[in-house]
C-alpha cells in the first residue's frame, strides 16, 4: 500500500496512526490525515507521528490506496457528501463508524466500493482492541488481509457477518466501559472495607489482568474456573451469593442486549438521514 487517508482525526484515527506507525506496516510519510476544521489537532498529529495533513481533497486522495472513515457518525452525510467524488472503485473504503452500514456509505458515495466496516474498542488506544470488521463482495482477499493486518496494530481482528455488528457493539465495542463501571464498584468496596486507594487500585488491576490470562491460557469455561475459587461456605462463595441476590449476572445480560438493541435503533437512525441527504442533494 501506497498511500492510507483518515477522514478523521479523534481518538480512534490517532490510536490506529500509532499502532500502525509502531509496527512498521508503513512508513509515516504515506499516512496522511485530514478533519472538519481543527487545525491545531492535525498540527499535533503532523508533529507527534510525522505523518502528513492537508485540508486540500485534490492532495489528499491523490493515489490514495485504502481511505478510513473516522468522523463522528453524525458528521458521516457531511463528510461523505464533500469527499464522495473522489472516491473511485479501487479505492478500499475502511468505516469505523458506529451504526452506519455498508449499504449506508455506497448510497452516500453513489457508487459500488470495496467496503469495510470495523468495530474495534477503546482499548485500540494501548493496542488492546478486540475489533471484529464485515466485508462487502467488492473487498478482494488482499484487501481483506490488509485490513486485518491494519487493525492487528492495536489488538486483535475477528471477521463477522454484518449483520453481527450490533451485537460486537453491544459486547465488546462498549465491553470496556462495563469494566470500568466494575472497577468503580470495586473501588468504592475497597474503600469502604479500609484499604488505601493506591493499594487498593493495584490489587484490581492485576486481578483484572490475572483473571484474562486464566481465560487466555486455559481450556476451561468460565463457570468452571469461578467454582474453583469458591470454596464451599468460603468467603467467595459469600460475595457471589449477593451478586445473585441482586442479580448481577441477569443485569448484565440485560445490559448488553439493550446496548445492542441500541446501536440497531442508532444505525437504523444514522441511515435513514445518510439516504435522505443524498436524495435530498
Same mark, same amino acid.
Not at 496522511?32 to 485534490?58: F, H, M, P, S
Given at each position: 500500500m501506497k498511500k492510507l487517508v483518515f477522514v478523521g482525526a479523534g481518538s480512534m484515527a490517532e490510536a490506529m496512526i500509532s499502532g500502525i506507525g509502531a509496527s512498521?506496516?508503513?512508513?509515516?510519510?504515506?499516512?496522511?490525515?485530514? !478533519?472538519?476544521?481543527?487545525?491545531?489537532?492535525? +498540527?499535533? #498529529?503532523?508533529?507527534?507521528?510525522?505523518?502528513?495533513? $492537508?485540508?486540500?481533497?485534490?492532495?489528499?486522495?491523490?493515489?490514495?490506496?485504502?481511505?478510513?472513515?473516522?468522523?463522528?457518525?453524525?458528521?458521516?452525510?457531511?463528510?461523505?457528501?464533500?469527499?464522495?467524488?473522489?472516491?473511485?472503485?479501487?479505492?478500499?473504503?475502511?468505516?469505523?463508524?458506529?451504526?452506519?452500514?455498508? !449499504?449506508?456509505?455506497?448510497?452516500?458515495?453513489? +457508487?459500488? #466500493?470495496?467496503?469495510?466496516?470495523?468495530?474495534?474498542? $477503546?482499548?485500540?488506544?494501548?493496542?488492546?482492541?478486540?475489533?471484529?470488521?464485515?466485508?462487502?463482495s467488492h473487498v478482494s482477499k488482499s484487501q481483506k488481509t490488509l485490513v486485518q493486518e491494519l487493525f492487528n496494530t492495536v489488538g486483535q481482528t475477528t471477521i463477522v457477518e454484518e449483520d453481527q455488528l450490533d451485537a460486537v457493539t453491544g459486547l465488546s465495542g462498549s465491553g470496556p466501559a462495563y469494566i470500568y463501571y466494575l472497577v468503580e464498584a470495586m473501588e468504592k468496596s475497597a474503600a469502604e472495607i479500609g484499604l488505601e486507594k493506591q493499594t487498593a487500585k493495584q490489587l484490581i488491576i492485576q486481578t483484572l489482568l490475572g483473571a484474562a490470562e486464566m481465560l487466555t491460557q486455559s481450556d476451561k469455561e468460565p463457570a468452571q474456573l469461578r467454582l474453583e475459587v469458591t470454596s464451599p461456605g468460603g468467603t467467595t462463595e459469600a460475595g457471589i451469593n449477593v451478586l445473585e441476590q441482586h442479580g448481577v449476572q441477569t443485569a448484565i445480560v440485560s445490559c448488553i442486549k439493550e446496548a445492542t438493541a441500541q446501536s440497531k435503533r442508532l444505525g437504523h437512525l444514522l441511515g435513514n438521514e445518510m439516504t435522505a441527504a443524498n436524495r435530498h442533494i
Open positions: 512498521g506496516l508503513l512508513p509515516a510519510e504515506q499516512i496522511w490525515v485530514t !478533519n472538519k476544521q481543527d487545525t491545531d489537532r492535525l +498540527k499535533t #498529529l503532523e508533529q507527534k507521528y510525522g505523518i502528513q495533513a $492537508t485540508y486540500d481533497c485534490d492532495i489528499l486522495f491523490k493515489d490514495v490506496d485504502a481511505v478510513v472513515l473516522a468522523m463522528k457518525p453524525k458528521d458521516a452525510s457531511i463528510a461523505m457528501e464533500e469527499i464522495k467524488h473522489y472516491l473511485t472503485e479501487g479505492m478500499l473504503v475502511i468505516s469505523v463508524l458506529a451504526g452506519v452500514s455498508i !449499504n449506508a456509505i455506497e448510497i452516500a458515495a453513489e +457508487k459500488s #466500493l470495496a467496503v469495510v466496516r470495523a468495530m474495534p474498542n $477503546t482499548s485500540a488506544a494501548v493496542g488492546k482492541s478486540a475489533t471484529a470488521i464485515a466485508v462487502n
